[in-house]
């Protein structure tokens, strides 16, 4: 899950793909509760202004079965493009967990996991939106992840309409 991804692939194919690029880099491997990790997503042409900007805690629930927590943090901007110093200017403690939105897991295969958010748990009110869910697979070289967002009547409002975003390992 580590590393530098980019659609650029797929947004160059399918038109209705954005060129997004993902980063998540290790913090606070001192800790012993999981594996910690920061999350950035930014359009290529505004990698200094990502959209999207999370703390996720990797931990293993049950042999193969994996629980990738996700939290909030306030003022996000101020990390943009500090992937590097996250881990010394951002505290446990500044986190806010966003309890139901927790991305299951589980080993497919030798070399890849796939899962998801759970039922219609984690909330949420972007663009008039309910809930969202999440589907992720994530492979050595790849990571596909399909995020929507639904309304109280279960119509979506935003996201992907044809499938995930395939995120190509960089590095």
Request: proline letters at 2%.
């Amino acid at each position: 899950m580590l590393g530098q991804f980019s659609s650029e692939v797929q947004s160059k194919s399918d038109s209705t793909y954005f060129d997004i690029r993902l980063s998540i880099t290790p913090i606070w491997t001192d800790r012993n509760d999981g594996f910690w990790m920061y999350v950035e997503q930014a359009t290529a042409n505004a990698k200094l202004k990502p959209y999207r900007q999370r703390v996720y805690r990797l931990t293993e629930k049950e042999n193969g079965v994996f629980e990738s927590a996700v939290f909030t943090f306030d003022k996000p901007l101020r990390y943009a493009g500090k992937a590097d110093e996250v881990d010394k200017i951002l505290t446990i403690d500044s986190l806010q967990n966003r309890t139901g939105c927790e991305v299951i897991l589980k080993k497919k295969g030798k070399k890849s996991f796939s899962g998801g958010t759970v039922d219609k748990n984690c909330p949420s009110d972007l663009r008039g939106a309910q809930y969202a869910s999440s589907i992720v697979t994530v492979t050595k070289d790849a990571m596909l992840s399909w995020d929507q967002g639904f309304n109280d009547k279960g119509e979506q409002v935003w996201g992907a309409t044809k499938g995930g975003y395939l995120f190509l390992k960089k590095n």
